[in-house]
């Protein structure tokens, strides 16, 4: 069915939606293997408001701006691959492969596509907590503990999560306060276990997280408490950032999660998912080894059914 295209330059190898860690990665695999490849990117990477980005080697400590900027002017390099800015709106199979809808009015085709869209995290409705996201209200102590480890610690998590946490969260400060934010729902023996580590429990309601530009100053509680704090570490609830997985039928994880085996394969044959959308191990490192090798396996995939660099 290639005829329904003006040349065979309409039809990408591949189109990558989210031009971020992951799909920036999985392209430069892709343009390597000379590959003609389209990212889409909307510029919202769920770690724009962090200041500094850790724990990625030869990067540790640059702002997500400048590892994005180095980033693509390498992959963009490769003189098969092109990022346009512009957000993938609808998403579906056709003959030759799949046809993507773009806000900005554009019609792409592709053989093969690859989802790095991302996750979305939605903030609790605590005043404070959006603006001290990333800087001072953090998602994983493997990425920000270091910078805070020592001083006075607050862990915003209630049930399973704030007793995995509180252990977690306890390795880089032994001075800790859990706020559950409400009646605790823990039982006796995780109660006990936080206790024994000396970890404060406040089960009041926060009412607002007092902080100077991002970098918070004290949690306030409803009942007129101020427990001043270095930073908070919380595992708000995610969302997928897109929905195209759904509208091309792939199966989700009961964590919200795209399925996915670990070289990107969804459950729909041709669509590939990589970095954040596929795994709760949220880290850059991650993201661009999850890209990596859904790139292989996209390449491998092509020239199993015959189609090789023109
Ligand atoms: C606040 C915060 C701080 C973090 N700090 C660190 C850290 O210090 N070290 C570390 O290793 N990890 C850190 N992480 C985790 C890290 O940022 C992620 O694991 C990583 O960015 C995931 O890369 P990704 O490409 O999968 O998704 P993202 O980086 O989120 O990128 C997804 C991209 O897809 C785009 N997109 C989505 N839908 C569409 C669409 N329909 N059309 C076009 N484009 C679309 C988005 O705009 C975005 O650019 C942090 C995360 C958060 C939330």
Redo the contacts with the bound molecule.
């Keep these: 069915m290639l005829h329904i295209y003006k040349s065979l330059m309409d039809l990408y190898d591949a189109l990558i939606?989210?031009?971020?860690?992951?799909?920036l990665s999985a392209a430069m695999v892709l343009g390597r293997s000379l590959r003609h490849v389209l990212v889409?990117?909307?510029?919202?990477?769920?770690?724009r408001?962090?200041p500094y980005?850790?724990?990625?080697l030869t990067r540790d400590g640059e702002t997500p701006a400048a590892i994005a900027t180095i980033a693509r002017e390498q992959v963009l390099c490769y003189p098969t691959v092109t990022l346009q800015t512009?957000?993938?709106m609808a998403a579906s199979a056709e003959d030759s492969g799949f046809r993507v809808e773009t806000a900005y009015g554009k019609v792409l085709h592709a053989r093969k596509l690859l989802l790095?869209?991302?996750?979305k995290?939605e903030m609790p409705p605590i005043s404070g907590v959006a603006d001290c996201?990333?800087i001072s209200v953090l998602?994983?102590p493997y990425?920000?503990g270091y910078e805070v480890h020592g001083q006075k610690l607050g862990l915003l998590a209630n049930g399973n999560m704030a007793a995995e946490l509180s252990g977690l969260i306890h390795h880089w400060s032994q001075d800790l306060v859990l706020f559950t934010n409400g009646p605790a729902d823990l039982t006796t023996e995780q109660a006990d276990s936080i206790q024994a580590r000396n970890i404060q429990i406040v089960e009041t309601p926060i009412a607002e997280i007092e902080h100077t530009s991002g970098y918070l100053r004290a949690v306030h509680t409803t009942d007129g408490s101020a427990y001043p704090l270095a930073a908070v570490f919380a595992r708000v609830p995610f969302r997928q950032?897109?929905d195209?997985a759904m509208q091309l039928g792939c199966v989700h994880t009961e964590n919200g999660l795209i399925q996915a085996t670990e070289f990107g394969e969804t459950t729909v044959p041709g669509v590939f998912a990589a970095?954040?959308?596929t795994t709760l191990m949220?880290?850059?490192?991650?993201?661009v080894a999850n890209g990596s090798k859904a790139g292989v396996w996209l390449n491998k995939e092509l020239m199993q059914e015959g189609v090789y660099s023109s």
């Design positions: 939606i989210g031009g971020s860690n992951a799909g889409l990117d909307n510029n919202q990477p769920c770690n408001q962090t980005s850790h724990n990625f512009d957000t993938a790095a869209t991302g996750l995290d996201w990333g998602h994983c990425c920000h950032h897109s195209l970095g954040d959308n949220r880290q850059v490192a991650v993201a």
